[in-house]
């Protein structure tokens, strides 16, 4: 190998080492199904959220942390995937879940003031039975913003 080439080789494992090392992730459940979620939990990341992603492993997800409950809307604006939607009380309770379609911008909003909302694969939480009413385990670690 050259020197040329290994030094591409060496810069693509340091950014793609501190691209996922900013990336944080939190270790949840909904009663003894583990959920790995990617935190966004400031505008930036809530922003982007699952935007441009072609696939997410089945149980991954995105958990998006609020500076305050509301009731807090999500879009799919160039979002690839399909997704549900659990939008959270303080409590980590689930308040209601929506399906959302790739691609779209129609609104998906908590019935009332939510915390938290975290995004899975679509059919996620209805194939394990998980509903309104089902607490979240695991946001106790989750960051709190202002």
């Keep these: 190998m050259n020197r040329k ?16 090392a900013q990336t944080s992730f939190l270790e949840l459940n909904a009663g003894f199904y583990r959920i790995e979620a990617e935190v966004a939990a400031d ?14 492993p089945a149980n991954r997800g995105m958990l998006f942390v609020f500076t305050e409950a509301g009731k807090h809307c999500m879009w799919m604006r160039n979002t690839f995937i399909p997704l549900s ?43 394990k039975y998980i509903r309104a009413g089902t607490r979240i385990g695991g946001l106790e670690k ?4 202002r």
């Design 5 to 20: 080439n290994f030094r591409l080789l060496f810069f693509f494992f340091v950014f793609s080492s501190l691209a996922h």
């Design 85 to 127: 939607v659990a939008f959270l009380d303080e409590d980590a309770t689930i308040i209601n879940i929506e399906d959302m379609r790739a691609q779209t911008d129609d609104n998906h909003c908590a019935v009332r003031p939510a915390r938290y909302a975290l995004e899975m694969n679509l059919g996620w939480f209805s194939g």
């Design 43 to 56: 505008p930036q990341t809530r922003q982007r959220g699952l935007m441009h992603r072609r696939q997410m």
């Design 142 to 145: 989750a960051p709190r913003v």
